[in-house]
């Protein structure tokens, strides 16, 4: 816009300076021309008239009329008009006491009369810039007739079209430029920033399963994939908050409706057996205790949701291990399992003592609990580079290659009957898992079916403060 | 995407606009009501027959000093009546106050005529001028008319004759004057030494202008045109023989009067006196003239008058002329229906004088319709008549398929053309009602063609620079609707020479 504005502003421009400039010239001619024929005219000189000004219409390449008071051509250089009456508003502006007067004009689009068209056409070719001076003759005072000069201007508008011709071309190739830029803006910034938040609108309006194209690899890419990513992530939020959920209200249902029914027999079996009564008591009993840890495994899983902290300090983990093996020799003897425990060295780390034998405990309780009579659990403590390395291994059912990926989930159970059944909550992985990951180490297991499972958690030693 | 195309398409249409608009910026049409000087209202003015008035030309009559070493000038206003000649005004002029001569030769010249013709003027004085005090003087006054005629603007040459002879000094031709004679002492003493020269047989040869007469194309009329001679031995006639049978320069309005093949059958014809006192050149041809004469359409009279103008404008006080074919002289010829006759043969100037004519120049449309300037013989006195050049003019009205014509039709005669006056240089035409009418299908270029034809015709008189039409009296806008008639139009060279015009 500002560009063409500019460019035919300097058309204009310059149009205006050429055609300024040549009527100056050409009116100086007309005007010489009138002044040197006043004295011919008064005498009726044609002949001097005519050849002065077929000089002047050779050299200038243009055309002389000279008029006399009642606009009869008396001259014409071109000898079409003579004895016909002219006019133009040139002419007419001489006779009504103007000094000179010029106009331009288009002789294909020139309106006025015949004998008008007819010179301009006649003198310039169809369509050709035709410029008009008119200049009074006078003598002692008086307007004795009236000199009209007609000259091409077509070179000037010639070079005024060829320029005009330029700044189009330019402005073509402009605005190609600028549609390609318009294009190019519109493919890599526009469009990408539409998608994202045609994304972030669906998103908002709880569609979680909204994604943006990725094209390319710049900057848009990355924010795309980063949006991608973040409701990908979300997604899969929503998706374990909805199964944590749909398993907790199941998890806390199964306790509920097993005393529901307990009580309502209680409530109407009349007479009940007192043995009988008593072991429905023991058994709601034990359901509040499934509840009760139901619910503690929960508050502890939404300590770490909402960033609990790690009453931290250096401990040796081989002494934890120990210690938690011992405590849980008992449980493996009633169940005729073999436990051992191997620790060698002092492997120090900087750790929440009651978390982590929260982790060993339950490693090693389900380790007991998923062995049967007759098998062995080994447990481990040994450094490996910069880390400790507890490994529980077990000689038990082993768990599924397809369940392995998801034993740390919560409420994820492999063997569902038989967990309930051990009485657990299906979150205790889950706790273990996070409670490794808050000390900044990791936990994996290996397992094949039947052929018992390992777990090896690595936790990082403590760094050892330099003496002095 | 649309909106891009949008904006494109908005750039394209305001770019249109704006080219649209710088390109047509330095165009002005007329703008507002513009309209034609009106003429003012003109009283009728009913011009009949021919006048001039008003026409007065400055002319230098010239006065020999005293010991004729030199000339002084007078400068007189004169005015050239119909039918007269502004060399013949001069002449009379010059003659009437006495200042040809110095006061104390003065003495009663008389002018007996001035012909005027082709831009030559041949002044006929009084046998009078032979009482001149000594050559010299006669010279000075021969000089004097010489040089106000040349001053006057066409006058190319001018010969003086003393009752229709050449004078001649030291028996020599003086010939026709030229130049202007700065001095007639110079003169006079460059002709006593040609005459001294002429004497010796190895003497180069004498320069002297003649004025040779051809008779006219078409016949009618002999027409002057000057020639310069260059003579050995004092053979003038048979120079100016060889002249006339080199025929005119401009054959369009002349033809040679004597063929080529013809030849005198005495070498040196001789001037002989008869017991009159007259001197007669007898000319005698071979027979080839005869012939030419019964089968060219020359008539007997054009070869005769030919002959004897041409003669005895040039050789000294030459009397006459005889004219014989193989020895037979020629004693009578008919102009017309007038039968001259030659007793003895001897044929004089003033038998021809008044055959004596001029061109004059007509503008009529050739065979490529173009306005083309055509010189014809007329008569002296029809040269000078604006009339007589515009009825002769019409004469070509409907010449179809001629090698000129005028673009009017055949029913317009020399009455339609009611009255020429010419007042200030102006010659206002007064046309009829019938030649009006004739007019009024002539295409916007035959109108033109017709109007500039008498337009031209007329400025290419003497004192004619403009002209003004009327129709019985009454000014009139138009004759066909084309060219404008209420005011003087000049002639337009350019029409003339349009094919090779300019711009």
């Not at chain 1, 399963?209 to 409701?231: I, Q, Y």
Request: charged letters at 20%.
């Amino acid at each position: 816009m500002a560009f063409s504005v500019i460019g035919f502003s300097l058309i204009q421009l310059v149009g205006e300076y050429l055609f300024t400039q040549r009527s100056r010239d050409d009116q100086r001619i007309a005007d010489s021309l009138a002044e040197s024929f006043s004295d011919y005219l008064v005498a009726f000189d044609a002949g001097s008239m005519y050849e002065s000004a077929l000089e002047t219409a050779r050299e200038q390449q243009s055309r002389v009329l000279v008029l006399d008071a009642l606009c009869v051509v008396q001259v014409d250089t071109a000898s079409e008009l003579n004895g016909q009456r002219f006019i133009t508003s040139e002419i007419d502006g001489v006779l009504k006491g103007s000094a000179g007067a010029h106009g331009f004009y288009d002789a294909g689009r020139a309106s006025g009369n015949f004998w008008f068209r007819a010179v301009l056409n006649g003198f310039s070719g169809a369509n050709a810039m035709t410029g008009v001076f008119a200049s009074p003759i006078q003598s002692g005072g008086e307007l004795v007739g009236v000199l009209v000069y007609i000259s091409q201007v077509q070179e000037i508008y010639e070079s005024l079209r060829d320029l005009q011709i330029r700044i189009l071309s330019w402005m073509a190739i402009v605005l190609a430029a600028v549609l390609v830029v318009d294009l190019l803006v519109l493919r890599t910034i526009t469009r990408p920033i539409g998608e994202l938040n045609e994304g972030i609108s669906r998103m908002s309006k709880g569609d979680l399963s909204a994604r943006v194209r990725v094209r390319g690899n710049n900057e848009f890419a990355g924010l795309a994939r980063a949006f991608n990513s973040m409701s990908e992530r979300l997604e899969q939020l929503d998706n374990s908050r909805s199964q944590f959920v749909s398993n907790a209200s199941h998890e806390l249902k199964t306790p509920l409706s097993t005393m529901k029914i307990l009580i309502e027999t209680l409530m109407y079996q009349d007479p009940m057996d007192p043995a009988i009564t008593k072991e429905f008591l023991t058994d709601v009993n034990k359901e509040i205790d499934r509840l009760n840890r139901i619910v503690s495994d929960l508050l502890t899983l939404v300590n770490i949701d909402s960033g609990v902290k790690l009453n931290a300090a250096e401990l040796d983990i081989g002494s934890l291990v120990s210690e938690q093996v011992k405590r849980l020799s008992p449980l493996a003897r009633e169940n005729g399992i073999e436990l051992d425990c191997v620790a060698k060295e002092t492997l120090e780390v900087n750790g929440d003592q009651l978390k982590l034998q929260q982790v060993v405990y339950n490693i090693i309780d389900n380790a007991i609990k998923y062995t049967p009579r007759g098998g062995e659990v080994h447990c481990s403590v040994i450094r490996s580079g910069r880390k400790a390395v507890i490994r529980v291994s077990d000689t038990g059912v082993g768990i599924p290659q397809e369940d392995l990926p998801h034993i740390f989930d919560r409420f994820y159970r492999v063997d569902k009957a038989r967990s309930r059944e051990t009485g657990g909550t299906g979150l205790g992985l889950s706790i273990v898992k996070q409670f490794v990951l808050l000390h900044g180490g990791t936990i994996d297991a290996k397992s094949a079916p039947g052929k018992g499972s390992t777990f090896i958690i690595e936790l990082p030693l403590a760094e050892k403060k330099r003496d002095g | 995407m649309r909106k891009a195309l949008s904006f494109v398409a908005l750039m394209l249409a305001l770019v249109l606009t704006l080219s649209g608009c710088v390109l047509r910026g330095p165009e002005t049409e007329a703008a507002g009501e513009i309209s034609l000087p009106e003429p003012d209202s003109e009283p009728e003015n009913m011009i009949l027959g021919e006048s001039i008035s008003g026409n007065l030309r400055e002319v230098a009559l010239y006065r020999a000093a005293a010991d004729f070493s030199s000339f002084s000038t007078v400068n007189q206003n004169l005015r050239a009546e119909v039918g007269q000649s502004l060399p013949e005004a001069a002449v009379e002029a010059l003659l009437a106050s006495g200042d040809a001569v110095n006061a104390q030769e003065a003495y009663d010249v008389k002018l007996l005529g001035c012909e005027y013709a082709c831009g030559t003027a041949t002044v006929n004085l009084s046998i009078d001028a032979r009482n001149a005090s000594s050559p010299q003087a006669l010279l000075a006054l021969e000089a004097a008319i010489g040089n106000t005629l040349l001053g006057i603007k066409g006058v190319r040459g001018v010969n003086v004759l003393i009752a229709g002879m050449s004078e001649g000094c030291f028996q020599l031709p003086v010939g026709v004057q030229t130049g202007i004679v700065p001095s007639v002492t110079a003169a006079y003493a460059q002709l006593q030494a040609e005459s001294d020269r002429l004497s010796q047989s190895d003497a180069a040869p004498i320069e002297r202008t003649a004025m040779l007469y051809f008779p006219s194309e078409g016949g009618g009329w002999l027409v002057p045109e000057l020639r310069v001679l260059s003579v050995s031995g004092g053979a003038f006639a048979p120079a100016l023989i060889d002249a006339l049978k080199a025929g005119p320069r401009d054959e369009s309005s002349a033809i040679a009067s004597i063929p080529e093949g013809v030849e005198l059958l005495e070498e040196g014809p001789t001037v002989e006196t008869l017991a009159t006192g007259e001197r007669v050149l007898t000319l005698n041809f071979s027979p080839a003239l005869a012939n030419y004469l019964a089968f060219s359409g020359l008539e007997v009279w054009e070869l005769a008058g030919s002959i004897t103008l041409t003669m005895t404008s040039f050789l000294p006080e030459l009397d006459g002329v005889r004219v014989m074919v193989n020895g037979e002289p020629i004693t009578m010829c008919a102009i017309g229906d007038t039968l001259l006759q030659f007793p003895d043969g001897m044929m004089r100037r003033r038998d021809f004088a008044d055959r004596v004519g001029s061109v004059a120049t007509l503008f009529l449309l050739d065979g490529a319709d173009r306005l083309t300037p055509v010189e014809r013989a007329v008569s002296m006195r029809s040269a000078l008549s604006p009339k007589s050049l515009l009825t002769e003019l019409l004469s070509y009205a409907g010449a179809e398929g001629a090698a000129y014509r005028l673009p009017l039709s055949v029913n317009v005669y020399a009455e339609d053309l009611l009255g020429v006056q010419v007042v200030g240089g102006i010659a206002r035409v007064n046309l009829s009602a019938n030649f009006y009418r004739s007019c009024q299908r002539l295409s916007p270029r035959a109108e033109r063609d017709l109007v500039y034809a008498m337009v031209n015709t007329l400025c290419a008189l003497d004192g004619i620079r403009a002209v003004r039409f009327y129709v019985e009296g009454r000014a009139a806008d138009t004759l066909a609707g084309s060219v404008y008639l209420r005011s003087p139009l000049l002639p337009s060279p350019g029409l003339v020479a349009e094919a090779t015009a300019a711009p």
